[in-house]
């Protein structure tokens, strides 16, 4: 009990069971614990589950068992405007296929949680400022979404994930939809993040050769952990 | 844009480059207000038109003023119950459309949601949307109105009592527009509008366990 008194979010007996047909269980008695400073691969071929237990997590989907708790908060009892605010806090979500906002530029979808937050401009530009030297975007700022290329979009992805400094960041599949050289910078990012700032991330990737970026893997087999 | 946005409320900054980046449904909505308000404006012309005919003949005849008045609302009578459909159908319009809005965009509104915008911000956001849309169509509305309120019944609606219940009318069909939308952002949970899944009035899981009307 006390090392899970440490942990930034754990689960417990976690079980996603979708009543289509017969029934399929994504998750099956799933049980994690994830501590501050880690950086966990979530690996499985497709369908094993990954998504679905990014999403319980990151209080985006409910499980139909089971329990995830951040920081001692239970999201059970948590209302979807709660889980939105934690979100707001303490969680970044970088997505497979972006979802950048498309009105918005990268500056702005940078600085959208910063907004959100009530941080005061000043310290939206500075720190959007910072998140968009070290993403090499410097000058993409005033550009839509629709103007930048896949790799371009996915770091303005990652910087908005992190302009409010969540102590955790939930990544699915952020490197599916890039070519091999745009999907190592991402996990270079990552690690960049997570050695430097201390960020948790627990990213979700079908490809086991970015193990060499994690502090731990952790794999999904038909949506139960096998190691 | 950019950093010069920093201090702009970044709801408003959306809704108004939503009306740029969807300017058909935005002339639509900006019309069916536009149609709500000429018809409260036609409506109130119809009304000073049978006040000022019967004042015409009030002197000293009060059967001249009952004969006036009973022809002018037989003649005019017919177009003012049609004009009253206007604002309800202007409601309905504006429902489908601000609807279709939202579900058009299921996604990115999760993806608000998923960053830690609350049901009441993005409340607020359609609630812009809605008013950076329908705004414009009321001075189109107002003037149309006072130009067919004087080509039908004779008579310009200079008073401003009756603009302004006509304006009010207008945004009043608006946020009633809104209603639904907003019951179906409510309901919705974070996952259903991130993985543009079907959406429900009812809240959920109620609703969605029988999914029999397939949502929206």
Redesign the interface.
Known sequence: MGEDENAIIRCHELTKFYPVGEGVFALQNVHLTVYPGEFVLLNGPSGSGKTTLL?IL?????PSHGEVIMRGRKFSRMT??G???L???DLG?V?QFF?L?????A??NI???L???GVP??E??QR??VLLSRLHLDGR??HYPLELSGGEQQRVAIG?ALA?QPSLVLADEPTGNLDSKNAREVMELFRDFNRRDGQTFIVASHASEFAEYATRVVSLRDGRIVE | ???G???VD?YL??AL??TR?RPLQTVFIALSVACTVLAAVMVFGYMGAVTEVTAARVPGEPAGQLVARSACQTALGAWTRVLLLLPALGATATTCLLTASLLGRK??LG???????????LGRLLLFEALAAGVPGIPLGLGTGEVSSKLVWGIWVASAPALLASTGIALATVLLGMLLPLLLLKSA???QL?MNKPVYVISNPSCAKCGACGGL
């Open positions: 999403n990151g209080g985006i989907d409910r979807e405007d889980l939105a605010l979100r707001r806090k979500f997505f979802n906002i498309p009105e918005l530029t500056w702005e600085a959208f949680p907004k959100i937050a401009p000043d939206i530009r959007v400022s700022a005033n908005r409010h | 844009m950019g950093a946005t920093a201090n970044i900054l959306l480059r939503g980046v996604r990115c993806v608000m949601r998923a960053e830690g915008g609350t049901t009441r911000e949970t974070t996952d991130l």
